[in-house]
T-cell receptor, first 114, second 108 residues
Framework: DTGVSQDPRHKITKRGQNVTFRCDPI?????LYWYRQTLGQGPEFLTY????????KSRLLSDRFSAERPKGSFSTLEIQRTEQGDSAMYLC????????????FGEGSRLTVL | AQRVTQPEKLLSVFKGAPVELKCNYSYSGSPELFWYVQYSRQRLQLLLR??SRESIKGFTADLNKGETSFHLKKPFAQEEDSAMYYCALTPSGSRLTFGEGTQLTVNP
């Protein structure tokens, strides 16, 4: 499978713990996006990278959230001091640098904060 | 700021009936509009984009700038069309803003 892959698929943690999610995009895609989706809502934009540069961050991304894409390939999304409100599906997507708007999504990482 | 509204969270039709999933948007410029679909146990994927003016799986969508709408239509729904549908827009071809989604169920 050469699609976008995310790990772990499910994560259960206690409030206050740190969690990290990893995303491996499609290999020739320059752009990588992180979205968050809660029950009954559409995906909400968090941040995106073009190669290793983080070009845009949503104000949804509080100080507890940090994303990196150090070599322009895989990306990590870390949430520090998790809160129950962080429980959601975290989606990663990638695209070519061609402004077509077609994003290729991963299956998501579901976070449950107890 | 851009916003996408899908007024129906749930839509149920019978096989062979026409279906229309509504999408309205607010944006001051000229955005690009898309429909994404998520079938059961599958990833979110692109269904169609307005600039392509294409029909995918029998679905079409027309951008109406006067009404700021981009409704998705199919004349004869099939059971395999049952899925969650998201309307989305981008002002610049970068990040997408999604609506809340409409769950379509096509009954036999």
């Amino acid at each position: 499978d050469t699609g976008v892959s995310q790990d772990p698929r499910h994560k259960i943690t206690k409030r206050g713990q740190n969690v990290t999610f990893r995303c491996d995009p499609i290999s020739e895609h320059n752009r990588l996006y992180w979205y968050r989706q809660t029950l009954g809502q559409g995906p909400e934009f968090l941040t995106y990278f073009q190669n290793e540069a983080q070009l845009e961050k949503s104000r949804l991304l509080s100080d507890r959230f940090s994303a990196e894409r150090p070599k322009g390939s895989f990306s990590t999304l870390e949430i520090q001091r998790t809160e129950q409100g962080d429980s959601a599906m975290y989606l990663c997507a990638s695209s070519k640098n061609s402004n077509t708007g077609e994003l290729f999504f991963g299956e998501g990482s579901r976070l449950t904060v107890l | 700021a851009q916003r996408v509204t899908q007024p129906e969270k749930l839509l149920s039709v019978f096989k062979g009936a026409p279906v229309e999933l509504k999408c309205n948007y607010s944006y001051s410029g000229s955005p690009e509009l898309f429909w994404y679909v998520q079938y059961s146990r599958q990833r979110l994927q692109l269904l169609l984009r307005h600039i392509s003016r294409e029909s995918i799986k029998g679905f079409t969508a027309d951008l109406n700038k006067g009404e700021t709408s981009f409704h998705l239509k199919k004349p004869f729904a099939q059971e395999e069309d049952s899925a969650m549908y998201y309307c989305a827009l981008t002002p610049s071809g970068s990040r997408l803003t999604f609506g809340e989604g409409t769950q379509l169920t096509v009954n036999p």
